[in-house]
Nanobody, 124 residues
């Protein structure tokens, strides 16, 4: 049974940094594109970042490009999201995602597995 467990969320001031982690189990991690999505109150879930199976290719949403960095460690079955220069508009629940057939920027509809989410709050 697949599990994705996020950690690292919290409260940070604008301009600060956070690093999210997502530990995967129950499936062959390196066969999956991995990604991060976020959802703010009253808004749809949106794509944040994704990374190819071997970690060679990365993709970002326009609103986070240049500030966030996604990476993965296939030896630890873990994907990370380093978030720098955080803004109040980055406040959301962040979800880890796994997509077996994915490529490029992942779509909500194509994700196979979701984590439970971790709250990120950026104060002004």
């Amino acid at each position: 049974q697949a599990h994705l467990v996020e950690s690292g969320g919290g409260l940070v001031q604008a301009g600060g940094s956070l690093r999210l982690s997502c530990a995967a189990s129950g499936f062959t991690f390196n066969n999956y594109y991995m990604g991060w999505f976020r959802q703010a109150p009253g808004k749809e879930r949106e794509f944040v970042a994704s990374i190819s199976r071997r970690g060679i290719m990365t993709y970002y949403g326009d609103s986070v490009k240049g500030r966030f960095t996604i990476s993965r460690d296939n030896t630890k079955n873990t994907v990370y999201l380093q978030m720098n220069s955080l803004k109040p508009e980055d406040t959301a629940v962040y979800y880890c995602a796994a997509d077996a057939g994915g490529a490029g920027k992942l779509a909500v509809s194509s994700v196979d597995y979701w984590g439970q989410g971790t709250q990120v709050t950026v104060s002004s």
